[in-house]
Each structure stands twice: as structure tokens, then as C-alpha cells.
């Protein structure tokens, strides 16, 4: 409680016209998310997972905590991947030209062809540490 509160009275400064976009992660919601994590979570600061513009730019922010390990809260998690699933079809649909993945957890991720449109999926990490592979 009192991290969040010295968190929000640091940031209170922020001029309004700059937007502060808060994701989760594992020093968050843990390593392993469950219901009360994520719930304390969004009680301080949002949503988990969301998506917003900016200059033509639809920009997704996802939880990937539930990637590493969403055994603690599987309902939260499959809601998250149907959400990304319909998020992403609503941009194919949209005509959305530019998407940039906003996540904590680097995950390494490879595009999958779906006819008129795609989307990125998680794989396995790289076998070097750090590394990921671009989309292509």
C-alpha cells in the first residue's frame, strides 16, 4: 500500500497532457497471477489488459504474466486471450495499419497467416537468454 501511494504521489506531478499508461507485472500481480492479484491490481490502477490510439497507432496492452503462468487464474486468462483474439479482428476489420504489443514479460512471438489478416501468437522463448525473434 504504501509503494502504490508513494507510486501515485510521484506521478501526480505529470503534467495532464501527458498520458500515464500502467501495466502489470510480476513484482505486481507475481509470477503466478490469481484473482485476488489481478483484483488488487485493477483496484489501484485499471484494467490489465486494454488497448488505446494514439496519432493512428492502436497500441495493446496485455498481461503476460498470464503467458508465463496463468495456472493461478485460468478464467482471467482465457478472458484475456479471447479479448486479444477480438481486439485483433476488430483491427483487421478496422483496416488498422500499425499495432505496436505492449507487455511487461518479453515473450517471444511468431505472425501466423489467417487469410486477410494475422496475428501474433506466443511461442516458445528464444534459447538465448533475452532474446526474441521479430515478427516477419
Given at each position: 500500500?504504501?509503494?502504490?501511494?508513494?507510486?501515485?504521489?510521484?506521478?501526480?506531478?505529470?503534467?495532464?497532457?501527458?498520458?500515464?499508461?500502467?501495466?502489470?507485472?510480476?513484482?505486481?500481480?507475481?509470477?503466478?497471477?490469481?484473482?485476488?492479484?489481478?483484483?488488487?491490481?485493477?483496484?489501484?490502477?485499471?484494467?490489465?489488459?486494454?488497448?488505446?490510439?494514439?496519432?493512428?497507432?492502436?497500441?495493446?496492452?496485455?498481461?503476460?504474466?498470464?503467458l508465463k503462468d496463468g495456472t493461478g487464474a485460468p478464467e482471467?486468462?482465457?478472458?484475456?486471450?479471447?479479448?486479444?483474439?477480438?481486439?485483433?479482428?476488430?483491427?483487421?476489420?478496422?483496416?488498422?495499419?500499425?499495432?505496436?504489443?505492449?507487455?511487461?514479460?518479453?515473450?517471444?512471438?511468431?505472425?501466423?497467416?489467417?487469410?486477410?489478416?494475422?496475428?501474433?501468437?506466443?511461442?516458445?522463448?528464444?534459447?538465448?537468454?533475452?532474446?526474441?525473434?521479430?515478427?516477419?
Amino acid at each position: 500500500q504504501d509503494a502504490t501511494a508513494a507510486f501515485k504521489q510521484v506521478f501526480s506531478d505529470i503534467h495532464e497532457d501527458i498520458s500515464l499508461v500502467c501495466l502489470c507485472g510480476n513484482h505486481d500481480v507475481g509470477d503466478r497471477p490469481t484473482p485476488t492479484t489481478i483484483a488488487a491490481w485493477k483496484g489501484h490502477f485499471g484494467d490489465d489488459y486494454f488497448s488505446f490510439f494514439v496519432n493512428g497507432v492502436k497500441f495493446i496492452v496485455i498481461n503476460s504474466q498470464y503467458l508465463k503462468d496463468g495456472t493461478g487464474a485460468p478464467e482471467e486468462g482465457a478472458a484475456q486471450e479471447a479479448w486479444l483474439a477480438g481486439a485483433l479482428a476488430a483491427s483487421t476489420r478496422a483496416g488498422t495499419h500499425w499495432q505496436v504489443l505492449v507487455q511487461q514479460v518479453l515473450t517471444r512471438l511468431s505472425r501466423v497467416d489467417l487469410g486477410a489478416g494475422t496475428t501474433a501468437r506466443p511461442s516458445p522463448p528464444a534459447a538465448t537468454p533475452g532474446a526474441s525473434a521479430p515478427l516477419r
